[in-house]
């Protein structure tokens, strides 16, 4: 009756004492019944042979009973119950000394079995190596001692009756060893389900930490082209070519200084981007989406517009160095000839106010009248003075000369004086011819002389004005070109010597005549103002410049020769350099697909490419050398080279950008098949396949081709509409923003998902409900109990309230957690 209320568990009521041996049997057959129905078959045993005490049947029975349910479900790796038990005992107590368990009898015998089984689980428990095999009875108590203690398995046996007996009872050790199987198989269970979790977490917030590095790096990287753009695109001109020097220096030391750096951040930015998305895809984790703002195609758009601010600050900086340069240039001819023009002005005011014509005798009237004569010439002869001096300052005013207001004032004094001087000379020619008719003779000598001498005082001052002009040339043409024409104002020199010694000759003629004739001449020529002496000398001054003329010309023909070879040198490196950028960049596309081996005999030959282009960095260097001699030097063009050093810059970095690229491709082609255990040969099919329907090479598939390679692959996705079906859904996999192209680490990322198995959100959920007692929600001090602690507090703090009706305080929701994990819900 004992027998069937502990199996059956309901209690039976009390037989009567007259029909104690009939309700016996009913109740032993109830007992025999229920363990039919369990699946155990019990082979000549009767409930008579029970109720009359067969010590034989009766133990037969409870045997049946033990091996129905406590052995029978020991399963390990399909063997038998019995066999699985001895496997689980092998296994587990194989690396102790003295231990060989073959059997369940005299394997056990020594105790040291039963000690080495609990030591494997609970080695706080157990101090094995004080054990001796010699004194079994110790060895035999200590272990049952401490499992009755400490993992609530009764006591069974006899340590006296284990060492006494030759072959201990087989199916008592191992009813025994059964208890030892079923304590620690539930702490494997929650063990398994423990590291799976902290697997899981792991990945989770490595994930998360990559994540926050990635906001980080994007931000600041962000953050430095707001800053840049704005200096980059202010265009508030300066004043002096100093001034804008300085700040096409401070350009040079962004260009060569601060962008490299950013450069490279740039690119492991994104080779941060692509790492951390292929890690995402292999724990099977949703895609990472950055920040709003902060998208690799955000980075992207950023720095096409700091691209193009600097490109047009750039521009705009030469051009207000030439604009400047060219406003000096003006300024100082404008200051020049102002300067000539207002020494020539000078008394002229005073001069045509003068009253002399009143007390003059005819002589002297008519001399007055022939050198005012004179003067109106000299004045016609400056009128294109004049204008040019009011065109310069136009000028000067249209360039947005910063000194334009003093030009402006002293231009309008010039002119203002120009028309009082018109106005005087009117006024006095109208004095002098009203009295004209009242004087006689003029001596005609004389004032063939003024005629004469006025257009050639005029000349030559003209010519010292051409001699001291300033110039500004960039090219030998345009320096060859004032050569030219000194050359040929100097081949004029003989004439103008003639026509000065004509001058001249007039005047000795004159006094030759008047000394012949005892005339007495009164002082100068009357009718002009320019003297002998004053050729003579102005003639002198010619000659002294023109050989100041020679040596300036020279000097700018030897700079514009220093630069014609600044141009030849850079142009000779340039015309190197730019071809080893561009044949490389094509060697990077061929290298990419014709690449041979294991991966990583890829890479390092990748790696080995990259070494050889950062080894060919002196040649760039020595170019930006060679560039800044040009820019100090002014020199704006170079008609012998098509390549600027903008050109080599952006190809250089583009160069290294896209074998960095190619490496992190392989990378993580590295990463995929470790991650998703494919194996080269796997690796190597896809990549052949992959390349045989590239056709043009380009890296990646069109829809048509796709298909092609995937049929290739052995998928059904022919021309019809199950066919069709099935390759909308892969191209919706491989190309979820229908683009139009499948790239390699798509097909590679699509091939490893359909090869390989990976952990899911359900494989998570099952754990934690191990961890839980087989609950609904998991409590902290469960969590706490079954994972490390930091991994422990992660999940406490984001797991949120369990709400199910059989919710307990602090109980938390693992499953609305495990699923967020995957990306199926918001964590």
């Given amino acids: 009756m004992l027998l069937l209320e502990v199996i059956s568990g309901e209690r039976l009521p009390k037989p009567e004492r007259g029909k104690m041996r009939v309700h016996k049997i009913n109740n032993v057959n109830k007992a025999l019944d229920f363990i039919a129905s369990k699946g155990v078959k019990l082979v ?59 059997n369940f009898h005299i394997s056990w015998k020594d105790g040291l079995a039963f000690n080495a089984l609990i030591h494997r689980h609970r080695p706080e428990l157990i101090e094995y190596d004080k054990l001796r095999k010699d004194d079994p009875v110790t060895n035999l108590n200590n272990a049952f001692e ?76 962000l953050e430095w082209i707001k800053r840049t753009i704005p200096w980059l695109e202010d265009r508030s001109p300066q004043k002096t070519i100093q001034e804008m020097q300085q700040k096409l220096e401070d350009f040079r030391d962004y260009r060569r200084v601060h962008k490299p750096p950013k450069v490279q951040e740039k690119c492991q930015l994104e080779i941060n981007f692509n790492t951390l998305q292929t890690k995402l895809r292999l724990s099977n984790r949703p895609a990472f989406m950055p920040s709003e703002g902060r998208m690799v195609s955000d980075i992207n758009t950023g720095w096409q517009h700091l691209e193009q601010a600097e490109k047009g600050y750039e521009e705009w900086l030469l051009n207000e160095i030439r604009r400047l340069e060219r406003l000096d240039h003006l300024a100082e001819k404008f200051r020049q000839k102002a300067s000539i023009h207002e020494a020539w002005t000078e008394g002229k005011e005073a001069m045509l106010k003068q009253k002399d014509y009143e007390a003059a005798t005819l002589s002297d009237i008519k001399a007055l009248i022939r050198k005012h004569e004179a003067f109106e010439s000299d004045l016609a002869a400056h009128q294109d003075r004049v204008e040019q001096i009011a065109a310069i300052a136009q000028e000067l005013n249209e360039l947005d000369y910063y000194d334009s207001p003093s030009v402006n004032a002293r231009c309008q ?8 001087l018109g106005s005087l000379t009117h006024s006095r020619r109208e004095a002098l011819e009203k009295t004209e008719k009242q004087l006689e003779t003029i001596d005609e000598l004389h004032l063939e002389y003024a005629k004469r001498a006025a257009p050639f005082n005029n000349w030559m001052e003209s010519a010292m004005e051409d001699l001291q002009d300033m110039f500004i040339v960039h090219t030998i043409e345009e320096i060859e070109g004032l050569i030219a024409a000194h050359d040929q104002f100097k081949s004029t020199l003989p004439d103008a010597d003639k026509e000065r010694e004509a001058i001249l000759g007039i ?67 340039a015309n190197i350099v730019g071809p080893w950028i561009q044949t490389k960049m094509e060697e990077i596309g061929r290298i990419s697909i014709e690449l041979h081996g294991t991966l990583e005999a890829q890479l390092a030959q990748l790696k080995q490419y990259e070494q050889s282009i950062v080894d060919y960095k002196p040649n760039i260097d020595l170019l930006e ?71 043009d090479h380009g890296g990646a598939l069109g829809p048509e081709e796709f298909k092609a390679c995937l049929i290739s692959l052995g998928y059904d996705v022919e021309n019809d509409r199950q066919g069709d079906a099935e390759f ?44 839980a007692g087989d609950k609904n929600y998991i409590t902290a001090e469960e969590l706490r109990r079954e994972l490390p602690p930091e991994q422990a ?13 059989d919710a307990v305080p602090g109980a938390l929701d693992y499953k609305s957690f495990s699923t967020a994990l995957y990306g199926e819900s918001d964590l």
């Fill in 146 to 221: 401490v499992a009755e203690k400490y993992l609530d398995i009764p006591k069974m046996l006899d340590a006296e009756d284990i060492v006494n007996t030759a072959r201990p009872d087989e199916k008592a050790i191992m009813t025994y060893v059964s208890s030892f199987y079923h304590a620690f198989s539930g702490a494997q269970k929650a063990e398994t389900a423990a590291n799976r979790i902290c697997k899981v977490l792991a990945v989770n917030q490595e994930n998360e930490h990559l994540m926050e590095d990635y906001e980080k790096l994007a931000s600041d990287l």
């Fill in 507 to 573: 005047q000795r003629e004159a006094q030759r005549i008047a000394d012949f004739n005892s005339i007495k001449l009164a002082g100068n020529n009357p009718y002009t103002s320019v003297t002998p002496q004053i050729i003579n000398s102005k003639w002198e001054r010619v000659q002294q410049l023109v050989p100041k003329r020679d040596h300036a010309l020279q000097d700018e023909q030897s700079k514009q020769q220093s630069n014609e070879h600044l141009r030849r040198q850079f142009a000779s490196q």
């Fill in 793 to 805: 507090e992660y999940c406490i703090a984001r797991m949120a309230p369990y709400q199910g009706p």
């Fill in 625 to 695: 050398q060679q560039h800044q001699l040009i820019q100090e030097a002014l020199i704006f063009d170079n008609k012998h080279t098509n390549y600027t050093m903008e050109h080599i810059r952006v190809g250089w970095e583009q160069l290294l950008t896209t074998i960095a690229r190619t490496i992190n491709e392989v990378e993580n082609q590295i990463l995929t098949r470790d991650a998703k255990g494919i194996s080269q040969e796997q690796m190597q099919e896809f990549r052949a396949s992959f390349n045989h329907f590239d056709k």
């Fill in 413 to 420: 004094k010039i002119c203002d004086q120009w028309d009082v």
């Fill in 44 to 102: 000549s045993i009767g409930a008579e042979e029970i109720v009359d005490g067969n010590a034989k049947m009766t133990l037969g029975m409870i045997w049946t009973i033990i091996l129905r349910f406590a052995i029978q479900d020991i399963s390990v790796e399909e063997t038998s119950a019995k066999e699985g038990l001895l496997l689980w005992c092998q296994r587990k107590t194989a690396p102790y000394k003295n231990v060989n368990v073959q």
């Fill in 728 to 771: 909308n859904r892969i191209m919706s996999v491989v190309d979820p923003n229908n683009s139009g192209i499948v790239t390699f680490q798509a097909f590679i990322d699509f091939m490893s998902r359909e090869t390989t198995d990976t952990d899911t959100a359900d494989q998570v959920i099952a754990s934690f409900k191990v961890l």
